[in-house]
């Protein structure tokens, strides 16, 4: 038996090629990262943490020593800057309390201890603590977002009514629990999404359009 996540992701990976995500130069700036993308585009983001970089502030104890203000000036082009910087001096306190602010002790921890400690921090959904642990921490968490939903539905795979716990356990039952098959098939998603299952899809030129049953998208009112 071929499960259609699978397929899915071998398909996509011949029509695509790996895509290396997620971009950042650390674990921390991932982390920082998966705060900041909150709402906004990556391009945005990358202005924001370049910000950091170039004040040398790509360090949990730092970040947390300058001000509310300071930090706000420095991330304002990933948009709504005062509650991200809530968020970000959030999740670094809970990292320093916690952890000491160590990557390594993180990812030494017990893996879905860690996951709920991070859903406890005001801020931190499901999307945001699994971007962390499969991208920061190389946990084996799958990402599923508003693309992946997008795609799945609209392809009649899963129901529109799914929420993200059922759509994470649906598509990990049918994966091996990796990584690197979680880490691709997120990043693969997310270009299909972007460029072609978008709001106003382009099934004409989308990679997956093949796979479409009867060749048209399931509308919700067909489920």
Not at 41 to 65: M, T
Not at 157 to 182: F, K
Not at 187 to 209: M, N, T
Request: proline content about 5%; some cysteine; hydrophobic content about 40%.
């Amino acid at each position: 038996m071929t499960f259609i996540t699978h397929k899915v992701f071998r398909h996509l990976l011949d029509k695509l090629g790996p895509q290396h995500w997620w971009p950042g130069e650390s674990p921390l700036e991932v982390i920082i990262g998966a705060i900041l993308v909150q709402n906004t585009a990556w391009k945005n983001v990358e202005q924001a943490i370049e910000n950091l970089r170039d004040a040398d502030l790509i360090h949990a104890d730092r970040l947390l020593e300058i001000s509310s203000e300071d930090l706000a000036e420095l991330i304002r082009p990933a948009g709504y800057y005062r509650l991200k910087t809530k968020r970000l001096r959030s999740l670094l306190k809970f990292m320093v309390e916690e952890y000491d602010g160590s990557i390594a002790a993180m990812q030494a921890a017990d893996r879905h201890r860690l996951r709920r400690q991070l859903l406890a921090v005001k801020g931190v959904g499901p999307e945001t603590a699994d971007s962390i642990l499969l991208y920061a921490l190389e946990q084996p968490f799958l990402v599923v977002d508003t693309y992946t939903h997008r795609i799945f539905s609209r392809h009649g795979w899963v129901g529109y009514d799914i929420d993200y716990h059922q759509l994470q356990g649906h598509l990990t039952s049918e994966l091996p629990e990796e990584v690197a098959i979680y880490n691709e098939l997120h990043a693969l998603l997310v270009r299909v999404g972007h460029h072609y299952c978008r709001k106003q899809p382009r099934c004409e030129s989308c990679p997956l359009q093949e796979m479409l049953p009867g060749g048209r998208v399931v509308e919700p009112d067909d489920c």
